[in-house]
Every structure is written in structure tokens, then in C-alpha cells.
């Protein structure tokens, strides 16, 4: 209420000031205007009056002067007409002048000496009256004055009428404003925010529901988006609390991103953490005239970024966005997340040549395939590789930049990309506690020994206290590798490697997901996903059964064995056409490299090769979506298909078959798993399968389709038990626990032992 009235004072306030303001210009104006006009006339008649006055004047015929006179005083305004002769003595006085029209002398001396009209305010019968003196001539001598009086008091008279009119327009505009003010406050504002004051009472009360009405606007849509970010804080933390009471009184050991935030800062301390990766969190994609914050699916945003916030981290990478140097500082720095930042994001920049060599050359055409084993060659060329060092230097010297004097950092390496950067770091600050996770498979020693850096390589990785992958055989892998290449004493029964006098810890950490909150536990902001029926209906009206893959479209992905395990499906089950879908959601990867150009285009071929053989008028057996999708996009299907393929020829993990069964909280749908994916070594109760096998892929789908309710439900209890329990916050606190009680002094590690 003190808001409104001190808003209707200042709008009545700022009304009447801005009236007076505009108004006293008008009436001066219009004074100017009238006084002009009156002026114009006195002149006007004055002339008019010398030509008319000057010949009668010489004759002194004063009775042919005074019809004049009397003549020309009936005029607008025209109080009367005088004339005078010489010495000032009045000839001729229109009637209502005799008595008090006067002319000062000193007017009428200065008319005859200057010897043209003079005009000059005066008072006549107590009213203002305008002047207005014009020489008269006999021959070339001056023989009298004529005087004209004109009434200007009506100058007044216009000028208050005008301070009236806006004196009323003043109170009918304040009457309207304070009316439309107060029902625009109460619409806009007043109950909105009750509805939002309502809402949070509720909440607060543990009432949880969706905001009934969001405001829109410029005004309250920021008030409301804290709103919804304070109610969903405040339930994740009620939700935390209930869970972590729960697991207390269970004496379960469930990792949330609460208990994650306490762990994280009880075993780093005061130390600061850095994380470095290629992929950036946020990146900033301008739209227009507008920039646009991006989050890039990927599982290491969601693994990592609880860490970052749990300590006020830094994250460094790759700026690759093309609105990304418009919003960092002067250091190339930005707080993230944008809503609510919690740490710091510094980008690194490289050029277009860097780029090409470093990522989409050495890393991708070189390192990927190499690791992966998957059927396509490795190229490896000089001019790659020295883009690759000069990268791994960038980056070694942007986060040395960042460390700064700090003792002993963590830093956490993300990925092949930065092999290098381990032995870079450690040089520099040997007091850094670095480790580097390697997310892709590690090959046989053979298969690794085809680069021909691979002893660089070795030490680069070599020089963290730490190398983390996915599964125990490319741990074994690494260490057989490391044997082979270079001279180093390896301590089996601790899987350590002693290079130099320096400890590296090799060990399995095997990712996860974030197995999703129960929904009594988060608001739900967003309207429901579309159930299974709009999703079928979409895709044909007899379909009945759905499978979905979701893969980039890369060649270890195993998307083409795929394809032709569904056709061979279809081949020896036929009763299954037109009631049988598959939709696979393919982002496109790497489209400048060759390779990914010509897989693109095998896999939009063998769709359509399929499609042509089976599909009907209003029906196809594979349905290709081939953009990238957001997790939301991608939940729906996650949440109603009757099978998920993952089909990889050689993959670390595969996080896809975990989100799967993170999504299914109606426990149903089947799970096929490639016995070739570092998945299929935690989920033992999916259907595991050969990818090159067509004949066991297509009778693992039709085992699926036909597995009995019980069987789905009891295998998905399980294998979302496993994710449950393995969640990414728990590979989270595996990884920064063991990497905090490294010992980071060789001579005190050996005399402990």
C-alpha cells in the first residue's frame, strides 16, 4: 500500500510539473501572439488613419476630423482615437477619451522628434490599454500627432483561460492515471505476487507444486524466475535432508550431489580445483541481436560440475562458441552457472589451424580410432601432432596461470585430447596433485604401438599421480603398454608405475549418470512428456512395439550392425512388420572429418535400404532423427520403448545404456547391451549380445519384445539398483578420494611401505 501512494505521489507530482512546464510555455506563446496581433492592428489602423487625418488636418476642419474619428472608433478592441497639434493640445478626442485619455507629452515629443509611430503600455480607467502614436504631416513639416488607445486587458483574460484549461487537464489526467496505476499495480503486480507469495508459504509448508500462473514481462518474470530457483533449491534440500535421513537410518551408502559437496570439500580442504577438458560447460551461441547460453549434453558436466561448485573451482576449455569472447573478462574468465555462479570458467583460444590439427587431426583421426579398434585406420601426421603439442602447451599455460601461487591444486584432466598436459603441469608445480581421466578404451600394446609418438604420449600421461579408466582391462592394458615402451618399474600388486623417481596410480573408475531425484522430491516445471500412445501414434497407426537407439553418429557406434539386426529381425519374424519401430536419435559428430562424412551418409543409406524393403504406406521399420537432441527431447523415448539397442563395436562405458535404465521408473523395457561397451560388466541383466552377430541381435530383439512383465521388472529393478548405487557423484568422490591420498613424495611413499 506505501508503495502504491508513494508511486501515485511521484506520478502526480511528475504530472502537474510536466502540465505547468508545457503550459507556462503555451501561454507565453500565446501572449506573445495576441500582443502581436494587437500591435499589427494599432499600426494597421494608425496608418490607415494619417492617410485619412493628414489632408482634413491642413484645412482645420474640425468637424470633418471628428466624423473621422468617430467613424473608425467602433473597431475590435478600440478603446478611441485622439488628435493633437502642435504643443501638445488635443484637435480632436473620440468621446469616451475625453475625460481621461491623455497622452504623456514626453510620448507625443518623442513621436515628433523621432518622427515615427511609437507604441507603449498604459493604463486607461484602471485598464491595461495599448498606446499607439503616429506623426502627422503638413507638407514637410509635422503639424499634430495622432494617438490610438486599444484595450489589452483581454491579454489577461486569454492567458488565464489558458492556466484554467490545463488546471482541469491537469486534474483529469492525474484522475485517470491514479485509476489506471492502481489497476495496472494490482493486475501486474499485486496479485501475482500474492499467487507467488501463496505458492512459497505452501512450499514452505511442504506443499510442493508447479507455480500456477508465471508472470511474464520484464518486471516480475525475473522476481518469479528466483522464485522457482529458490523453491527448487529449497526442495532439493528437503529432499537431501529426507534422503540422507533415510540412508542414515538404512545405513545405506547412496551418494548424493549433497553428500558429494560435503565429501569434496572435507578431502580437498582449502586446496583449490581445477578441471580442464575440451568441452566447455556453457558456451554462448549468438541468435541475432541475442546471445544465448548452451549447455552441451555431456555426462561430465553433470559429474563434475558439483565438484567445482562444492569448492568454488575453475574449469578449463575450449571457447568454441561464437559468442564466447563477447562475455568473458579481461582474463578470459566468466562465473558459471549463469543463474546462480558458483565457480569460474576460464577459455582458452585456438585457431582455426589448432584446431584442425590438434582436435579434428591427431585426437580424432589419430587417437580415437586407434583406441577404439573399430575398423577404421588411424592417420597420424607430423603437422597434427605439433598442433597437439602446441595445444597441450596452451592449455598447461593457462592453468598454470590460474594456479597461481596455490601449493598443492587438484586438477583434474578430461580425455585423449590432453595427453601431454599431465608431465606439463607436474614439471612446473610439482606440488599439484593431477589427474587425468581416460574416458575412451585403451588398446593392446600391438594396437597402441602403431603411433608413432606413443613414448611421448607415455610420458605425458606418466607425469599425473593419477590415470583413471573406465574398466580393470584398460588399466592392464595401460600398464602392458607402458612395459613394452619404455623403461619404468612397474609395481603389479599396487598397479603403480615408477617413472623417474615419480608414483602414478593406475586404476579403474568406473563412470555413471545421476540417477534421477524421486518426484516428491523436485518441482516439475515442465508440462508432462508425451506418453507411449502419442508416441506410437506418431509413428504409424498398427505400430505397437517401440525400440529406440541414441548415439552420435560415429563409426565405433555400432548404428550400422544395428540396422541390419532389425532387418534381419524382420526377416524371421514377419508377424512383427508394421507393428515394430525403431527410432534412432543421431546427433551428427565431426562433420569436417571425412571419415564421419562418408559414415553420415552409409548410415541415412542403410535406413533407407531397410526402409524400402519393408515399409508400408503410412509405416517404416526405422525412423532416423538425425540432429542433435536435447535430454529432454530424449526422455520420452528413454521412458516408453520396449527395448533400447546399444550396439557399440568397441566403446569405455557408454553412458546411453545407464540413462536408459535411470529413466525407466516404471521398471519396464529391455535393455541389449554390446558385450563390447564397459556397461555390460556392471548391468549383467541386460541382454547381452555380439553387434557383429546379426543372427543373435535380431533374436535379442524378438526376446525382448516377448520377455514376460515379471522378467522386464525384475531385470530393470536390478540393473537401476546397480545405477542407483554407482552413480556419478560416487565415481565423483572415488576419484577426488583417491587422488587426495596420494602421497606426493616418492622418498616418504617408499619408506612407508
Known amino acids: 500500500m506505501k508503495l502504491s501512494l508513494r508511486l501515485i505521489l511521484s506520478l502526480v507530482v511528475s504530472i502537474s510539473a510536466a502540465t505547468i512546464v508545457v503550459s507556462r510555455s503555451l501561454v507565453r506563446t500565446e501572449k506573445d501572439r495576441i500582443s502581436s496581433d494587437l500591435i499589427h492592428r494599432a499600426e494597421t489602423l494608425a496608418d490607415s488613419l494619417q492617410e485619412a487625418v493628414e489632408p482634413v488636418l491642413q484645412h482645420a476642419s474640425h468637424s470633418r476630423l471628428q466624423q473621422i474619428v468617430d467613424r473608425f472608433s467602433n473597431r475590435e478592441h478600440l478603446l478611441g482615437i485622439a488628435i493633437y497639434g502642435k504643443e501638445n493640445n488635443p484637435v480632436v478626442v473620440s468621446g469616451n477619451l475625453r475625460n481621461d485619455g491623455k497622452v504623456p507629452p514626453d510620448l507625443v515629443l518623442q513621436c515628433e522628434n523621432e518622427d515615427h509611430g511609437i507604441g507603449s503600455v498604459t493604463k486607461l480607467k484602471g485598464v491595461a490599454a495599448y498606446l499607439y502614436l503616429v506623426p502627422l504631416h503638413s507638407g514637410h513639416s509635422i503639424s499634430g500627432v495622432l494617438a490610438t488607445f486599444h484595450d489589452a486587458s483581454y491579454i489577461e483574460s486569454q492567458t488565464w483561460l489558458i492556466w484554467r484549461n490545463a488546471l482541469w487537464h491537469v486534474v483529469v489526467q492525474?484522475?485517470?492515471?491514479?485509476?489506471?496505476?492502481?489497476?495496472?499495480?494490482?493486475?501486474?503486480?499485486?496479485?501475482?505476487?500474492?499467487?507467488?507469495?501463496?505458492?512459497?508459504?505452501?512450499?514452505?509448508?511442504?506443499?510442493?507444486?508447479?507455480?500456477?500462473?508465471?508472470?511474464?514481462?520484464?518486471?516480475?518474470?525475473?522476481?518469479?524466475?528466483?522464485?522457482?530457483?529458490?523453491?527448487?533449491?529449497?526442495?532439493?534440500?528437503?529432499?537431501?535432508?529426507?534422503?540422507?535421513?533415510?540412508?542414515?537410518?538404512?545405513?545405506?551408502?547412496?551418494?548424493?550431489?549433497?553428500?558429494?559437496?560435503?565429501?569434496?570439500?572435507?578431502?580437498?580442504?582449502?586446496?583449490?580445483?581445477?578441471?580442464?577438458?575440451?568441452?566447455?560447460?556453457?558456451?554462448?551461441?549468438?541468435?541475432?541481436?541475442?546471445?544465448?547460453?548452451?549447455?552441451?549434453?555431456?555426462?561430465?558436466?553433470?559429474?563434475?560440475?558439483?565438484?567445482?561448485?562444492?569448492?568454488?573451482?575453475?574449469?578449463?576449455?575450449?571457447?568454441?562458441?561464437?559468442?564466447?569472447?563477447?562475455?568473458?573478462?579481461?582474463?578470459?574468465?566468466?562465473?558459471?552457472?549463469?543463474?546462480?555462479p558458483l565457480y569460474k570458467m576460464r577459455r582458452v583460444w585456438l585457431t582455426p589451424e589448432e584446431e584442425k590439427g590438434y582436435y579434428y587431426g591427431f585426437a580424432n583421426e589419430?587417437?580415437?580410432?586407434?583406441?577404439?579398434?573399430?575398423?577404421?585406420?588411424?592417420?597420424?601426421?607430423?603437422?597434427?601432432?605439433?598442433?597437439?603439442?602446441?595445444?597441450?602447451?596452451?592449455?598447461?599455460?593457462?592453468?598454470?596461470?590460474?594456479?597461481?601461487?596455490?601449493?598443492?591444486?587438484?586438477?583434474?584432466?578430461?580425455?585423449?585430447?590432453?595427453?601431454?598436459?599431465?608431465?606439463?603441469?607436474?614439471?612446473?608445480?610439482?606440488?599439484?596433485?593431477?589427474?587425468?581421466?581416460?574416458?575412451?578404451?585403451?588398446?593392446?600394446?600391438?594396437?597402441?604401438?602403431?603411433?608413432?609418438?606413443?613414448?611421448?604420449?607415455l610420458d605425458g600421461l606418466l607425469g599425473a599421480d593419477l590415470v583413471s579408466f573406465h574398466i580393470q582391462a584398460h588399466c592392464n592394458n595401460f600398464l602392458n603398454t607402458v612395459d613394452n615402451a619404455i623403461e619404468s618399474r612397474i609395481e603389479w600388486d599396487q598397479f603403480v608405475v615408477n617413472l623417474n623417481n615419480h608414483l602414478t596410480a593406475v586404476r579403474p573408475h568406473p563412470i555413471s549418470v545421476a540417477f534421477p531425484e524421486s518426484s516428491g522430491d523436485s518441482i516439475n516445471l515442465f508440462p508432462p512428456a508425451r506418453d507411449r500412445q502419442d508416441i506410437l501414434m506418431g509413428l504409424g497407426p498398427e505400430t505397437v512395439f517401440l525400440g529406440v537407439g541414441v548415439d552420435r553418429l560415429d563409426y565405433t557406434k555400432g548404428i550400422l550392425e544395428r540396422f541390419r539386426g532389425i532387418e534381419r529381425f524382420?526377416?524371421?519374424?514377419?508377424?512383427?512388420?508394421?507393428?515394430?519401430?525403431?527410432?534412432?536419435?543421431?546427433?551428427?559428430?565431426?562433420?569436417?572429418?571425412k571419415r564421419y562424412q562418408d559414415f553420415n551418409t552409409e548410415v541415412e543409406l542403410e535406413a533407407q535400404r531397410v526402409n524400402n524393403r519393408f515399409q508400408g504406406n503410412d509405416w517404416k521399420p526405422i525412423v532416423l532423427l538425425n540432429r542433435h537432441h536435447s535430454h529432454k527431447e530424449i526422455a520420452p523415448y528413454y521412458k516408453v520403448a520396449d527395448l533400447c539397442l546399444v550396439t557399440s563395436l568397441h566403446d569405455g562405458m557408454n553412458l546411453v545404456a545407464k540413462e536408459f535404465v535411470a529413466e525407466r521408473d516404471d521398471e519396464g523395457g529391455v535393455l541389449i547391451l554390446s558385450q563390447f561397451t564397459g556397461a555390460s560388466l556392471e548391468l549383467r541383466d541386460a541382454l547381452s549380445v555380439n553387434p557383429y552377430d546379426t543372427e543373435q541381435l535380431a533374436e535379442a530383439i524378438r526376446r525382448a519384445l516377448e520377455m514376460p512383465p515379471e522378467e522386464q521388472r525384475a531385470r530393470m529393478r536390478r540393473m537401476r539398483q546397480t545405477v542407483k548405487e554407482h552413480n556419478v557423484y560416487r565415481w565423483a568422490a572415488d576419484l577426488i578420494s583417491e587422488l587426495s591420498e596420494i602421497r606426493l613424495d616418492v622418498a616418504e611413499m617408499v619408506e612407508t611401505r
Open 174 to 340: 492525474v484522475i485517470l492515471v491514479v485509476l489506471l496505476t492502481l489497476l495496472i499495480i494490482r493486475w501486474t503486480i499485486v496479485q501475482p505476487t500474492k499467487q507467488i507469495s501463496v505458492w512459497m508459504r505452501n512450499l514452505r509448508a511442504g506443499q510442493i507444486g508447479q507455480l500456477p500462473h508465471e508472470p511474464t514481462g520484464e518486471l516480475l518474470q525475473p522476481l518469479a524466475a528466483e522464485a522457482v530457483s529458490l523453491a527448487q533449491s529449497l526442495a532439493q534440500a528437503r529432499g537431501a535432508a529426507q534422503e540422507e535421513a533415510r540412508l542414515r537410518d538404512a545405513a545405506d551408502s547412496l551418494w548424493t550431489p549433497n553428500r558429494l559437496r560435503a565429501g569434496i570439500r572435507r578431502r580437498i580442504q582449502n586446496n583449490p580445483l581445477f578441471v580442464v577438458s575440451n568441452r566447455e560447460p556453457y558456451q554462448h551461441v549468438r541468435r541475432g541481436k541475442e546471445i544465448e547460453v548452451q549447455v552441451p549434453a555431456s555426462g561430465l558436466v553433470t559429474a563434475l560440475e558439483p565438484i567445482l561448485c562444492a569448492c568454488n573451482g575453475t574449469w578449463i576449455a575450449h571457447g568454441s562458441a561464437n559468442a564466447d569472447r563477447e562475455t568473458v573478462d579481461s582474463h578470459d574468465r566468466l562465473p558459471v552457472p549463469p543463474e546462480h
Open 366 to 457: 589419430g587417437l580415437w580410432p586407434l583406441c577404439h579398434i573399430a575398423h577404421t585406420r588411424p592417420l597420424f601426421r607430423a603437422s597434427d601432432w605439433e598442433h597437439y603439442r602446441s595445444v597441450n602447451k596452451k592449455f598447461a599455460q593457462a592453468v598454470l596461470q590460474e594456479i597461481g601461487d596455490a601449493e598443492e591444486p587438484f586438477v583434474l584432466i578430461q580425455d585423449y585430447h590432453f595427453a601431454l598436459l599431465p608431465q606439463l603441469i607436474k614439471n612446473a608445480c610439482p606440488g599439484a596433485r593431477v589427474g587425468i581421466i581416460w574416458h575412451v578404451p585403451w588398446p593392446n600394446p600391438e594396437a597402441f604401438g602403431i603411433c608413432p609418438w606413443q613414448k611421448e604420449l
Open 570 to 593: 524382420l526377416d524371421l519374424f514377419p508377424q512383427y512388420c508394421k507393428r515394430f519401430t525403431f527410432v534412432q536419435l543421431g546427433a551428427p559428430s565431426r562433420t569436417t572429418i
